[in-house]
Nanobody, 118 residues
Framework: QVQLVESGGGLVQAGGSLRLSCAAS????????MGWYRQAPGKQREFVAN???????NYADFVEGRFILSRDNARNTVDLQMNNLNPEDTAIYYC????????????WGQGTQVTVSS
């Protein structure tokens, strides 16, 4: 009942930047958490960043100040500005959203590929 569509992935060289975007639709509600996970080849999916509707962003330690998560609650979107990318950031990035109206179940997007070359 909730659909998430990610965009903004691509191929960049080390030190470059990308901006990911996730748009939510369907059975969404005011009270929610939206954010990003990523999964590199051969590795488990890991947390990147998230933020509640009225909270401040939370970041994984590996972000080290390079990424900025922002929300537009009126448009039901969450963006992830990624700067100073390195090859370790290469992964499929997935949007995650949870809504009070759904009992806080996980909703996942299909993912967008980020590839960082050396």
């Amino acid at each position: 009942q909730v659909q998430l569509v990610e965009s903004g992935g691509g191929l960049v060289q080390a030190g470059g930047s990308l901006r990911l975007s996730c748009a939510a639709s369907g059975r969404i509600s005011r009270s929610n958490i939206m954010g990003w996970y990523r999964q590199a080849p051969g590795k488990q999916r890991e947390f990147v960043a998230n933020c509640a509707d009225s909270g401040r962003p939370n970041y994984a330690d590996f972000v080290e100040g390079r990424f900025i998560l922002s929300r537009d609650n009126a448009r039901n979107t969450v963006d992830l500005q990624m700067n100073n990318l390195n090859p370790e950031d290469t992964a499929i990035y997935y949007c995650l959203a949870k809504y009070a109206a759904e009992g806080w179940r996980d909703n996942w997007g299909q993912g967008t590929q980020v590839t960082v070359s050396s």
